[in-house]
């Protein structure tokens, strides 16, 4: 399958770049720009049932939820638990092409069937994941994987300069 059909409204993966750019360097508070990036990829990315942040506590054994698009999530996710606390803990993007395989897979939504997600770094640390859930199996491949991990790049890139103000 082609990568734009998998992505809306007829948009590319450098349109959706540009976005989350402006997204990022239109506004300094951290909340504000995860809040309206979510929003973004949840628009352009098709056949999706959830896409959101889950931040590291610094000096916590937990992941806590963060600005997100779908249902109601949990809120707290242990490092080295589920897809999202496996790819925090092995500091590496998980792509799992049916989450029901999954050993200890996190049911948030039980329509998701595939899931990706990607570390978000900065200064060498894991400080947040990005997590997006699809409820057909077999969601994510490379393209997927390229515009997830280039907005998780953007973000570790830029992470210390957005604030909570
Ligand atoms: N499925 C994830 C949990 C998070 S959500 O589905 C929003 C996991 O296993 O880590």
Redesign the pocket.
């Known amino acids: 399958m082609e990568f734009e059909e998998s992505l809306a409204e007829g948009a590319t993966l450098d349109d959706v770049e540009v976005f989350i750019r402006a997204a990022i360097e239109g506004e300094r508070n951290r909340v504000a720009t995860l809040a309206n990036i979510s929003a973004i990829l949840n628009q352009y990315l098709s056949r999706i049932n959830?896409v959101?942040f889950y931040l590291v506590l610094p000096g916590r054994d937990h992941l806590v939820l963060g600005p997100?698009q779908?249902l109601v999530?949990?809120t707290r996710?242990p490092i080295g638990q589920?897809?999202?606390?496996k790819a925090v803990e092995q500091a590496k993007t998980l792509v799992v092409a049916n989450?029901l395989e999954?050993p200890g897979?996190?049911?948030?939504?039980s329509r998701?069937r595939s899931?990706i997600?990607v570390p978000i770094r900065s200064g060498g640390a894991v400080v947040a994941a990005l997590?997006v859930?699809a409820p057909e199996r077999d969601r994510f491949h490379t393209p997927e994987t390229v515009l997830v991990e280039r907005v998780a790049g953007l973000l570790g890139q830029n992470w210390n300069l957005m604030t909570d103000s």
């Open positions: 959830w959101g997100f779908g999530a949990c996710i589920g897809v999202v606390g989450v999954f897979h996190i049911a948030c939504d998701s899931e997600v997590d859930d």
